[in-house]
């Protein structure tokens, strides 16, 4: 398989550890890593994978994973097509493009519609696969169209409606498909206000969010209102937000539950922000797997109700 793979797909490594490719730096080694460098790059690996029956995983910014401590068996594809184009206020970006350069650029344009993405990691494909979302602002918001590959490989274009976007969901996260490119449509605005909102943003997370350790995010979903008893509900009122509809921050069920700093090996609860699980310095999946059961017991017996992981795990 090595060497059939290799020459079908020159550039492929063998053995590749993946924690240096994710925000956590956690996970073991992928047995085929190759760097898909265009759209055409991404097809032809997918057809290979395919035609070898290969497994296969699309890795893009790496901030929303967390990749088993016995890595991955097939092979990963690491997306770094990252063309991006502004016309009038349509933006087009390939799936590698950055978020960070996508609010950048369209900033300077004067074109509103990314504001809530100022300091959003990782890359347009990943986020448009899980609908990102922050500050009341979701890519469903402002997406037109994304061209996919489905999983017979035929490349295709959805419409924003045939994207079937709900909270951090799509038809192509659910389906596994693998997404090229998207395109967009903004709002002219004024350059100055939307540069400043992006940038107020990006002042929020350093302030609020640990940073200063390896993560991967939210670590679970927030919790919609309506699943909490009727009880709860009223104690909880004045804590609810709206995430794009009202939610309880799992972060403050956390902290409610006395899990700020919990830890099992080098995974730890933030103590900065609760629903951020941290990389003290060497923690393993598993430590982080251990964690993660750790907090939703202790959740389901305080509040009755199940937490569901937004990080995706990758075994
Ligand atoms: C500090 C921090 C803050 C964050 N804040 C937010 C936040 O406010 N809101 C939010 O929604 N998320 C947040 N995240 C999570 C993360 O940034 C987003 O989910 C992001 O969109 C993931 O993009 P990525 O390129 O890193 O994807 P990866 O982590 O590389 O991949 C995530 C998933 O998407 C799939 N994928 C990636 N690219 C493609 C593609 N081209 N086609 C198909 N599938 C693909 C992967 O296979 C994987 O299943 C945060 C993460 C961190 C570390």
Redesign the pocket.
Known sequence: MSSGIVKLLPGTRRNVSLAPYT?FKIGGEATYFYIAKSSEDIIYALTVARSLELPF?????????LVSDKGFYGLVIK?ENCKLKIENSFVYAE?GAL?ETLVKETGKKGLAGFEWAGG????V???V??N???FGGEIKDTIVSATVVDEKGKKKILTQKQCKFSY?NSQ?KQKN????SSTFHLKKGNKKNIQAEAQEHIQY?KER?P?EYP????MFKNCDVQKFSKKLQKELQDVVKQDPFPVVPTAYLLAEAKLKGCSVGKAEVSTKHPNYIVNKGGATAKDVARLVEKIKKVIKKKFSIDLEQEV?SVV
């Open positions: 925000t995983f699309i890795l893009a910014g790496g901030s929303n994973l997306t799936a978020m959003l990691p990782g890359s494909g990943g986020a696969r899980g990102a979302g922050a951090r192509m498909w693998t997404i090229l997370r969010h940073l993560n991967a995010g939210s995706q």
